[in-house]
């Protein structure tokens, strides 16, 4: 069965640079969600799109920006990147049309900032 | 706020051991409680999952029984495999479409 695709699976940065961050959901999922995993640490949720549009927002930096396109997929741009935004980035998906609330993963992003 | 707590690891067990990963949750309403697992350098995978009270998830193996009474939702497998060496994570979430709130993690150590 098709997965949640991310890309790079890693990707290493100076502070101060720039990231983006790429998500392919699950055919015919239509929610997308971005969590942050720092090292040792338990997922924290950033932010979630329903249809292209914003749903839910939790503790994303306003240095971060996300969307979601007309093909469902989504992006998370990490701008001014700082020593403490070296993490695991995961992308999940879901169908809420399916009315299912599981959400399925990705394999992450492996975000180093040196 | 809502909140998940797991016990705390590493758990180091022998193969074909019992195995009990405690999590408890607190919350206003009735959320739905999930198991995920992380093996090392990978994703997070769905292990289980149960969406109200008294149900009961399992996959693999492993199983876990939604308490509301108590508000816990223990991990269990009877017979633990090297293979099953892992991360696993309990979390709930309250809406479709909505957040999962996880727990800390708790680690578990097969040996052979």
């Known amino acids: 069965a098709a997965g949640v695709i991310q890309s790079p699976r890693h990707l290493i940065k100076e502070k101060r640079e720039t990231a983006t961050l790429k998500c392919y959901p699950i055919p015919r999922h239509d929610t997308v969600y971005w969590y942050q995993q720092g090292p040792g640490q338990d997922p924290q949720f950033l932010i979630s799109?329903?249809?292209?549009?914003?749903?839910d927002k939790g503790s994303i930096p306003d240095r971060f920006s996300a969307q979601q396109f007309s093909d469902y997929h989504s992006e998370l741009n990490m701008s001014s990147l700082e020593l403490g935004d070296s993490a695991l980035y995961f992308c999940a998906s879901s169908r809420l049309a399916g009315d299912t609330d599981t959400q399925y993963f990705g394999p992450g992003t492996r975000l180093t900032v040196l | 706020g809502d909140s998940v707590t797991q016990m705390e690891g590493p758990v180091t067990l022998s193969e074909e051991a019992f195995l009990t990963i405690n999590c408890t949750y607190t919350a206003t309403g009735y959320p739905s409680l999930f198991w995920y697992v992380q093996y090392p350098g990978e994703g997070l995978q769905l292990l289980l999952k149960a969406t109200k009270a008294d149900d009961k998830g399992s996959n693999k193996g492993f199983e876990a029984t939604y308490r509301k009474e108590t508000t816990s939702f223990h991990l269990e497998k009877g017979s633990v495999q090297v293979s099953d060496s892992a991360v696993y994570f309990c979390a709930l979430l309250y809406n479709q479409g909505g957040k999962l709130i996880f727990g800390q993690g708790t680690e578990l150590s097969v040996k052979p």
């Open positions: 799109f329903y249809e292209k549009m914003q749903s």
